[in-house]
């Protein structure tokens, strides 16, 4: 495996503010990797969500549910799925409280129910249509991540009562439901010991909330220019935004390229 490996996020990092990927950023992985610099994604999107962008960059590994499936070379190295039994206590809530939820193994997701504004809203904004319906699919598949649809202090209560999860806020009607302790870092540990590659050799691009510990624990973390200032506190480096080649300049100012 080569001796420097880079992970990309997928929104605000390798996609613009229209969920577009520029033709700079095609470019600059495709430089990349002819340079032998190894190239993968960290993404809290599940692998079918973003199997194009993959296909267009020639990716083959990956970390998807913020580092609950992790993939090396097409292979997976690395799963931390939900836990049922606490999934299930929770969707029971969520049902009283009347909040939706989407479930998502690595193949699918399902809706608990149709017609959900927040779900349109909140998927809307990736560009992504309403999902099927199954509110019992996560008793057939294992689930790496789930999708709570609520607002604002309306989550609190599950903190409270669900502590077997994180919630990681990305939308307004919207949060990632992910195993406690999990985050992108720990998928990337996993993968990085697969690939045998050393952590000092590691660099990683991110934007949001979910990239806090990516971008603090790896050797390089580089923030976006439109990153969160939690993200740009801890990092190596702040770029400019997506919008202005923000992950080309940065790839030449720390020397991948």
């Given at each position: 495996?080569?001796k420097?490996l880079?992970?990309f996020?997928?929104?605000g990092?390798?996609l613009?503010?229209?969920k577009?990927?520029?033709?700079?950023?095609?470019?600059?992985i495709r430089?990349l990797?002819?340079?032998g610099?190894y190239?993968?994604i960290?993404?809290?999107?599940?692998?079918?969500?973003y199997?194009?962008?993959?296909?267009?960059?020639g990716i083959?590994?990956?970390i998807?549910?913020n580092?609950?499936?992790a993939?090396?070379e097409?292979e997976?190295?690395?799963?931390?799925p939900?836990?049922?039994?606490?999934?299930?206590s929770l969707h029971k809530k969520?049902?009283?409280?009347?909040?939706p939820?989407?479930?998502?193994?690595?193949?699918?997701?399902?809706?608990?129910?149709p017609?959900s504004?927040?779900?349109?809203?909140?998927?809307?904004?990736?560009?992504f249509?309403?999902?099927e319906?199954?509110?019992r699919?996560?008793?057939?598949r294992e689930?790496?991540?789930?999708?709570?649809f609520?607002?604002?202090?309306?989550i609190?209560?599950?903190?409270q009562?669900h502590r077997?999860f994180?919630?990681?806020?990305?939308?307004k009607y919207?949060?990632?439901i992910?195993?406690?302790?999990?985050?992108?870092?720990?998928?990337?540990r996993?993968?990085?010991?697969?690939a045998d590659?050393?952590?000092?050799?590691?660099?990683?691009?991110?934007?949001?909330?979910?990239?806090v510990?990516?971008?603090?624990?790896?050797?390089?973390?580089?923030a976006?220019?439109?990153?969160v200032p939690?993200?740009k506190?801890?990092?190596?480096?702040v770029?400019?935004d997506?919008?202005?080649?923000g992950?080309?300049?940065?790839?030449y100012?720390?020397?991948?390229?």
């Open positions: 495996m080569t420097k880079a992970f996020d997928i929104d990092t390798l613009d503010h229209d577009k990927l520029p033709q700079s950023t095609i470019d600059t430089k990797q002819d340079t610099v190239c993968a960290a993404t809290g999107r599940a692998p079918f969500m199997k194009e962008i993959r296909e267009q960059l083959s590994s990956f998807s549910f580092g609950q499936y993939v090396l097409g997976p190295v690395y799963k931390n939900l836990k049922y039994e606490e999934l299930a969520a049902i009283s409280n009347n909040h939820v989407i479930f998502m193994s690595d193949e699918n997701m399902m809706a608990t129910r017609g504004w927040r779900i349109e809203q909140a998927l809307g904004s990736l560009r249509d309403y999902p319906v199954d509110d699919y996560y008793e057939k689930m790496y991540q789930s999708l709570l609520c607002e604002g202090e309306e609190e209560s599950y903190r009562t077997a994180d919630y990681i806020r990305w939308h919207s949060c990632d992910i195993p406690s302790g999990g985050s992108k870092s720990e998928g990337i996993k993968l990085i010991e697969s590659v050393a952590m000092e050799n590691v660099y990683a691009f991110g934007d949001g909330p979910n990239d510990e990516m971008i603090r624990d790896v050797g390089t973390g580089i976006m220019g439109n990153a939690q993200v506190a801890v990092s190596d480096y770029t400019d997506v919008s202005k080649d992950l080309t300049k940065a790839v100012e720390v020397g991948l390229l």
